[in-house]
């Protein structure tokens, strides 16, 4: 039986669960996986804060990591809406709100890392 539930708990985790990564100046590049299903999208970044480096270098508040669960799978996926996210070190999180194919909206949370803070919106 509890067999079972490993196999549906990762089942739902493969299906759900997202990992992204960004990297910014002004312009973001953000790299994302789902479901074996690989994207690619362009962020307008807002940053503010301190800018102490998240890499070593002079990356300051521009790249950071975030991962969580969606409410549907990729090919569910209409178009996102909009995308929040504010990360403080390792504390942080994340929030998209997006149009399904099938109609209606769905919803991305999770955890985000990075130093200084930073808040994104997509690009329209």
């Known amino acids: 039986m509890s067999l079972y539930f490993f196999y549906k708990g990762a089942e739902y985790m493969w299906n759900h669960g997202c990992v992204s990564g960004s990297a910014c100046l002004m312009v973001c590049l953000n790299l994302g996986f789902q479901r074996g299903v690989t994207t690619v999208g362009i962020t307008v970044g807002l940053t503010f ?8 270098g002079n990356m300051g508040n521009c790249a950071g ?3 969580g669960i969606n409410t549907v799978k990729p090919d569910e996926q209409a178009f996102q809406v909009a995308s929040v ?4 070190s390792f ?4 929030f ?3 149009k399904r194919t099938t109609g209606g909206n769905y919803n991305q949370y999770g955890w985000a890392g990075g130093k200084g803070t930073a808040c ?5």
């Open 65 to 67: 990591i975030s991962a």
């Open 96 to 98: 998209a709100w997006g």
């Open 91 to 94: 504390r942080g999180g994340t």
């Open 120 to 124: 994104k919106v997509p690009c329209l």
């Open 85 to 88: 996210t504010s990360a403080n």
């Open 49 to 56: 804060g301190d800018t102490q480096d998240i890499l070593r």
